[in-house]
């Protein structure tokens, strides 16, 4: 298994500029999210997902946009790029089970000037 | 206030000390927690689950105090490999069924 696998690792936008971070997991796990991880900040959740055709806002949704329409993939689009959204970005998954451990994918580096 | 907090630290430790960190949480009922360790620029990678009665594994040993509403993690005999940021995340009550992190407590173990 490749576990949970994000691209890509690196990204420099312009200010306006849209794009898709791509999240994708081989475990059949359910649950799927985004974070996104500042200094001092910690990893503050932007969208999450239920189950495929399932989405719903996190802590900080404005400005993101996500889709589930495979239980693998979960994709994270900016629609226009702003310097307050130069973050790391996480994706992670997990079986649906309140205990149930969370995965991690390695991260994306996003800077927007 | 923040849901969950953790004191930022940085912990310096000379090798083979004893080291301890809290992380509070706000919601009496929160269901789950675990400690989470994430190196510089990596992913954090799961360290252990907190449970009701505390639990061990290793030179670790991690604690929760409901009354209190803070779980605890204990690293005995630290290692200069263990220096890394420990987050503690908290499954809280509000229907999102998605884990909120502390900001992280930073240890580092020097020789």
């Known amino acids: 298994n490749a576990g949970v696998t994000q691209t890509p690792k690196f990204q420099v936008l312009k200010t306006g500029q849209s794009m898709t971070l791509q999240c994708a997991q081989d475990?059949?796990?359910?649950?799927m999210s985004w974070y996104r991880q500042d200094p001092g900040m910690g990893l503050r959740l932007i969208h999450y997902s239920v189950g495929a055709g399932i989405t719903d806002q996190g802590e900080v949704p404005n400005g993101y946009n996500v889709s589930r329409s495979t239980t693998e993939d979960f994709p994270l689009r900016l629609l226009s790029a702003a310097p307050s959204q130069t973050s790391v970005y996480f994706c992670?998954?997990?079986?649906?089970?309140?205990?149930?451990?969370?995965?991690f994918g390695s991260g994306t580096q996003l800077s927007v000037l | 206030r923040k849901e969950v907090e953790q004191d930022p630290g940085p912990f310096n430790v000379p090798e083979g000390a004893t080291v301890a960190f809290n992380c509070t949480y706000s919601n009496s009922a929160s269901q789950s927690f675990f400690w989470y360790r994430q190196d510089c620029r990596k992913e954090p990678k799961l360290l252990m689950s907190v449970y009701s009665s505390g639990n061990e594994d290793g030179r670790f040993t991690a604690q929760l105090n409901r009354a209190s509403q803070y779980i605890s993690l204990l690293i005995r005999d630290s290692k200069l490999s263990d220096s890394a940021t420990y987050l503690c995340?908290?499954?809280?009550?509000?229907?999102?069924?998605?884990?909120?992190f502390g900001s992280g407590t930073r240890l580092q173990v020097q020789p």
């Open positions: 475990m059949n796990h359910e649950y």
């Open positions: 992670a998954s997990r079986l649906s089970g309140a205990n149930e451990k969370l995965f």
């Open positions: 995340a908290v499954l809280l009550d509000t229907g999102r069924r998605a884990l909120t």
